[in-house]
């Protein structure tokens, strides 16, 4: 079935490190693609997303590439800040089954000062 | 603008008792309106999804339904709650399949 898998946390990084968060997909048909953040004590929100293969989601530093030959959908931030402190949501919806929208289990980002 | 209200926030209720839960979004019309459950540690548990008054999608077969009275209002229930129910709930909507999906506050429900 259509399935959404993320790396494991907690993932521990210092001020200024480099950040990768994995997710994979499994999908029939062509889905977008999304990472959602959750921020202790808030909702979850969206952070970026991209609709089709080779599109580039971008926002407050984050960046992810829709890779169709790999189904991976990779969170990068080039240096990551106290702030970004949260957790992480990989998600998919699939247009051919009336917007269904499947998220990942989430991936605990923790930056030490 | 667009809001989502989801109540209660928090329940108990006894093994075996019913269950309601309520979503209603205000603000927009024909939304596509989700149930999810959030378990720590995994993530969310896509429950069902609505694209239209009277039109429920389950993903996951078990102790729970749901039911889309009114093109803005997504109700949760269960006739017999388990204790394997407990969890926290989030009502979610967005406009069309592409687009951002906006989250209540969820309700945490304990089965005691």
């Known amino acids: 079935g259509d399935s959404v898998t993320q790396m494991e946390g907690p993932v521990t990084l210092s001020e200024e490190a480099f950040l990768t968060i994995n997710c994979t997909y499994t999908a029939t048909g062509y889905p977008s693609l999304f990472w959602y953040v959750q921020y202790p004590g808030e909702g979850l929100q969206l952070l970026l997303k991209?609709?089709?293969?080779?599109d580039k989601g971008s926002n407050k530093g984050f960046e992810a590439t829709y890779r169709k030959e790999t189904t991976s959908f990779h969170l990068e931030k080039g240096s990551v800040q106290v702030s970004d402190s949260a957790v992480y949501f990989c998600a998919l919806s699939l247009y051919n089954q009336g917007g269904k929208l499947i998220f990942g289990q989430g991936t605990e980002l923790s930056v030490k000062p | 603008s667009q809001t989502i209200h989801q109540w209660p926030a928090t329940l108990v209720q006894p093994v075996g008792s019913p269950l309601s839960l309520e979503c209603t979004v205000e603000g927009t019309s024909n939304p596509n309106l989700y149930w999810y459950r959030q378990a720590a540690g995994r993530g969310l548990q896509l429950l069902f999804y609505s694209v239209g008054i009277g039109q429920i999608s389950s993903e996951v077969p078990q102790n729970l339904s749901a039911s889309r009275p009114q093109d803005r209002q997504f109700i949760l229930s269960s006739k017999k709650l388990l204790l394997s129910d407990s969890g926290f709930y989030l009502c979610a909507w967005r406009q069309g399949k592409n687009t951002e999906a906006f989250f209540g506050q969820g309700t945490r429900l304990t089965v005691v």
């Open positions: 991209a609709t089709k293969a080779d």
